[in-house]
């Protein structure tokens, strides 16, 4: 996994290249790959709308949600295999029809 960079470091880097400095010798002086700042760039138009695409903001909820749908999915699995422990000998909830 890549090495996560502190947002303002990636807002420098975004500012240095709209001030009109190439992309390559921004990269260079800054430690990180043509690719990386290339793709910061994108996901800056991505951003202010620009460009079609998943925002940064969008991003980080999908990433949330998907993170507490296996919370969940893992919580049901649990479950499962206690129901099949227990068996028929479990109790069954108020109203249940099963």
Avoid at 29 to 47: E, P, V
Wanted: proline share 5%; glycine share 6%.
């Amino acid at each position: 996994m890549p090495r996560p960079y502190p947002a303002e470091f990636r807002r420098r880097a975004l500012a240095l290249v709209a001030a009109g400095r190439s992309v390559s010798k921004t990269a260079a002086d800054l430690g990180i790959t043509d690719a990386t700042l290339y793709n910061w760039i994108k996901q800056d138009r991505i951003d202010r709308g620009e460009l079609p695409g998943r925002t940064t903001a969008e991003s980080r909820e999908l990433h949330k949600a998907n993170r507490r749908i296996r919370e969940l999915e893992s919580e049901v699995e649990i479950l499962r295999r206690a129901h099949q422990m227990l068996g028929s000998e479990a109790v069954r909830p108020k109203g249940s029809t099963r």
